[in-house]
């Protein structure tokens, strides 16, 4: 990856983290936990909540729930930076664009 990516995935983490997100190791995906990675398109955010996601306490709507309140928190804190995020479409991960790939098409 480019050094410009390698800067938006250190500047993701940084605002995270100040928000108050505990990050994890990307490497260890079964812990619960926020982890930040580079991607082709950008930066990669994903979300495990704690007992993995389809054990929070045996509800979906819990887990739905919760799902959403991280998404909508971690993309107030990075749009609110000047970043653009974007939902992957994969069970909440989100994905942040670098602000030079964002382009606006006339309908």
């Known amino acids: ?12 983490r940084y605002l995270l983290q100040r928000a108050g997100f505990c990050l ?4 260890d995906d079964a812990a619960p936990g926020m982890r930040v990675s580079e991607i082709p398109s950008g930066v990669l955010v994903r979300w ?5 996601t389809s054990e929070l306490h045996g509800s979906r ?14 993309t107030a804190v990075l749009a ?5 995020v974007m939902s992957s479409g994969a069970a909440g991960d989100l994905i942040v664009l670098p602000g030079d790939q ?6």
């Open 1 to 12: 990856m480019s050094a410009a990516h390698t800067l938006l995935t250190s500047r993701v």
């Open 24 to 27: 994890v190791d990307r490497a």
């Open 48 to 52: 495990t909540a704690l007992g993995g």
């Open 61 to 74: 709507d819990l887990e739905t729930s919760m799902e959403s309140i991280v998404r909508a928190a971690v």
């Open 80 to 84: 609110d930076a000047g970043h653009f």
């Open 102 to 107: 964002i382009q606006f098409h006339a309908p």
